[in-house]
């Protein structure tokens, strides 16, 4: 049985953002927050010449591409995520479902609730698709730059990219507190690289620099409106790892993520586009691989290795998103239980998903054998980062009007100039579906299905727990001078608020009894990370030794329904582990065709509460203090 139920009430909470210092942070961002956006460089400009969509290596072609990537780099990331979309933080926490929580809370249940959702986990679904190609287009880009520094090494590419890959899964589950110490100085130290290699180049040709004339995109279009239309596919893996900039808000903080990219990320990035374009002037056949041309000779296989801990840093950061974000969909009720392993006695937001991570592995692994090269990965890739680009722009939309109360002229505004923006980049993408984009679509579709099917099934089953409950105050009159009581606590746990939850009714039917003290025991998630001790529970007396109690919890936070116990002291005693008994119901769910889902997402939906982590595990329950008892029900 699932006990969480999402809520759309607001609390008094903490913030839950970082307390370090805003250098230190910066830092920490820069390893982690940019390092997927950081190994762009490696094959955004080759897959706008040498791609699906072949350019003529042209003074032209090389302006009005370059022009495109600092404008989209300005647009995209500075504006929209940056300025606006970072500013949307839910008591510090950033992300797809942090902003659906943070609308859903504030708009309650109106028209447009199932509007947000349906974006907000769409948004979720295709993040998904991002984990997966992320770490496999980005290996395997910088170890393709061995055949730079040996055309002989070719047939070594896909073994060592693999070999890579399935370490990195592997030792996942140790934690990433010491690799991730690694991070910041790593990334520094390539960012450096990145802007040197950079200036050596347009050193050649100073007047590169003029790319920042949007005359130059303009240019492009007109010259062949078809073709440049085409190039925005390729365009836009510039800006790939945008999204991480607000995903990762809550762990480095708005401030600091800004500084990182104003000051630090964003110039090295620039100098190093800036730089290949030069080199692509001077030498048109560079266009092949321009990142590991602009080294000199001597220096490619340490820049191979560096771009190499680079794209692994840069897998990380989005392994642990995929980690972070499934954690809040099972908070948030949208994915049964799952077993979460906390690889960090220090931090709490650094967790291990098995389920997940060897999910996104064969998945990497799959996608590395299947398209066997970067640029077919890289017809995948876009798909996926601008669909969540333009979703993000439509939440952007009712997050600026319902929200924050902009003047209607002012949030329609902004919010057309990003959807045009980040539509003609989907639009783009969505012409590379046959060539590979099917494959994020593809994982996206099987995510929102799952993730819809949870949220439905469970409210469907609530709904028919709640019309077959008794009311509790009729079920203790009806019971507290028939039974005998026996000493000590009994703990039963429900899904909802109202009513005698399954196992007490199972319990009272089989075996004749009722222990002095009964506690009902409902478990909420609200839409804020994070809650203040004070608002952790709430006690109703029914008398007769029968009590109410309601835990409450931030979609951030795990439940350990024992320690939390301990904080209650209004249920006549405290609540200790040896005089307590916890009840559990679990059902069998039988589809039916009763309203509610087709038949085949009910059969999904009762297989995945079948396979859903036990509660004992989920809520940090003793085992040897769990009685379960079964009953059918009908969907």
């Given at each position: 049985m699932v006990l969480m139920e999402q809520t759309g009430e607001d609390g008094a909470h903490p913030h839950s953002g970082p307390r370090q210092g805003t250098g230190a942070l910066a830092l920490g961002a820069l390893g982690?927050?940019?390092?997927?956006?950081?190994?762009?460089?490696?094959?955004?400009?080759?897959?706008?010449?040498?791609?699906?969509?072949?350019?003529?290596?042209?003074?032209?072609?090389?302006?009005?591409?370059?022009?495109?990537?600092?404008?989209?780099?300005?647009?995209?990331?500075?504006?929209?995520?940056?300025?606006?979309?970072?500013?949307?933080?839910?008591?510090?926490?950033?992300?797809?479902?942090?902003?659906?929580?943070?609308?859903?809370?504030?708009?309650?249940?109106?028209?447009?609730?199932?509007?947000?959702?349906?974006?907000?986990v769409l948004a979720t679904a295709l993040f998904y698709g991002d984990a997966i190609i992320t770490p496999a287009i980005s290996v395997l880009s910088a170890v393709e730059g061995l055949t730079v520094v040996e055309a002989g090494m070719t047939p070594l590419v896909l073994p060592i990219a693999i070999v890579i890959l399935v370490a990195l899964f592997l030792i996942q589950r140790h934690g990433t507190a010491r690799v991730g110490a690694m991070f910041g100085p790593v990334m520094v130290v390539y960012f450096l690289v990145l802007a040197a290699l950079g200036i050596l180049n347009i050193l050649r040709h100073p007047d590169i620099v003029a790319i920042v004339n949007p005359v130059w995109a303009v240019r492009f279009f007109a010259l062949d409106p078809k073709l440049a239309f085409l190039a925005l596919g390729s365009v836009v893996l510039a800006v790939t790892g945008a999204e991480a900039l607000y995903a990762d808000m809550g762990h480095f903080g708005r401030k600091a993520i800004s500084?990182?990219?104003?000051?630090?990320?964003?110039?090295?990035?620039?100098?190093?586009?800036?730089?290949?374009?030069?080199?692509?002037?001077?030498?048109?056949?560079?266009?092949?691989?321009?990142?590991?041309?602009?080294?000199?000779?001597?220096?490619?296989?340490?820049?191979?290795?560096?771009?190499?801990?680079?794209?692994?840093?840069?897998?990380?950061?989005?392994i642990s998103g995929a980690f972070s974000v499934t954690q809040q969909a099972v908070q948030l009720g949208f994915l049964p239980r799952l077993r979460i392993q906390h690889t960090s006695a220090a931090a709490a937001g650094q967790i291990y998903v098995p389920l997940v991570n060897f999910a996104l592995l064969g998945f990497v692994i799959l996608l590395v054998l299947g398209f066997g090269n970067s640029t077919d990965l890289a017809a995948a890739y876009g798909i996926a980062v601008t669909g969540t680009m333009f979703i993000t722009a439509c939440m952007l939309g009712i997050l600026t009007y319902?929200?924050?109360?902009?003047?209607?002229?002012?949030?329609?505004?902004?919010?057309?100039?990003?959807?045009?923006?980040?539509?003609?980049?989907?639009?783009?993408?969505?012409?590379?579906?046959?060539?590979?984009?099917?494959?994020?679509?593809?994982?996206?579709?099987?995510?929102?299905?799952?993730?819809?099917?949870?949220?439905?099934?469970?409210?469907?089953?609530?709904?028919?727990?709640?019309?077959?409950?008794?009311?509790?105050?009729?079920?203790?009159?009806?019971?507290?001078?028939?039974?005998?009581?026996?000493?000590?606590?009994a703990i039963f746990l429900s899904s909802t608020t109202e009513g005698v939850p399954p196992a007490m009714l199972h319990n009272v039917k089989h075996n004749r009894i009722l222990h002095e003290r009964n506690i009902i025991l409902t478990v909420k998630t609200y839409g804020v990370p994070h809650l203040h001790a004070t608002q952790r529970s709430r006690v109703e007396d029914h008398g007769a030794g029968f009590y109410r109690v309601i835990l409450s919890h931030g979609f951030m936070e795990e439940v350990d329904i024992p320690a939390a116990l301990k904080?209650?002291?209004?249920?006549?005693?405290?609540?200790?582990?040896?005089?307590?008994?916890?009840?559990?119901?679990?059902?069998?769910?039988?589809?039916?065709?009763?309203?509610?889902?087709?038949?085949?997402?009910?059969?999904?939906?009762?297989?995945?509460?079948?396979?859903?982590?036990?509660?004992?595990?989920?809520?940090?329950?003793?085992?040897?203090?769990?009685?379960?008892?079964?009953?059918?029900?009908?969907?």
């Open positions: 982690v927050v940019f390092g997927d956006i950081g190994t762009s460089p490696l094959y955004a400009l080759k897959e706008s010449f040498v791609g699906h969509h072949p350019l003529t290596v042209d003074p032209l072609h090389i302006f009005g591409v370059l022009s495109l990537i600092f404008w989209t780099m300005t647009l995209i990331v500075t504006v929209k995520y940056v300025f606006i979309v970072m500013r949307a933080d839910n008591h510090g926490e950033g992300g797809s479902m942090a902003l659906l929580a943070l609308v859903r809370r504030t708009l309650g249940e109106s028209r447009w609730t199932p509007l947000v959702a349906t974006l907000g500084i990182a990219w104003l000051y630090a990320a964003l110039p090295c990035l620039l100098l190093n586009y800036l730089g290949q374009g030069a080199l692509m002037l001077d030498r048109p056949e560079a266009a092949q691989n321009p990142f590991f041309l602009m080294a000199p000779e001597w220096a490619r296989l340490p820049l191979v290795i560096l771009a190499t801990l680079a794209t692994i840093i840069a897998s990380q950061a989005v319902k929200v924050w109360k902009w003047p209607p002229a002012v949030a329609g505004g902004v919010t057309a100039l990003f959807l045009i923006v980040d539509g003609a980049y989907f639009a783009s993408n969505a012409t590379k579906i046959p060539d590979g984009g099917w494959f994020p679509l593809l994982v996206a579709a099987i995510a929102f299905v799952g993730l819809t099917t949870w949220a439905t099934g469970r409210r469907i089953m609530r709904e028919r727990l709640r019309d077959g409950a008794m009311e509790l105050d009729l079920f203790i009159r009806s019971t507290m001078n028939s039974l005998k009581r026996v000493p000590g606590t904080g209650v002291h209004d249920c006549c005693g405290p609540i200790t582990i040896k005089d307590s008994s916890y009840f559990l119901s679990r059902q069998t769910l039988v589809p039916s065709a009763r309203p509610g889902m087709a038949i085949w997402r009910e059969k999904l939906f009762a297989w995945m509460v079948r396979n859903a982590e036990s509660p004992m595990d989920f809520f940090k329950l003793p085992v040897n203090r769990v009685v379960e008892l079964g009953s059918q029900l009908e969907i």
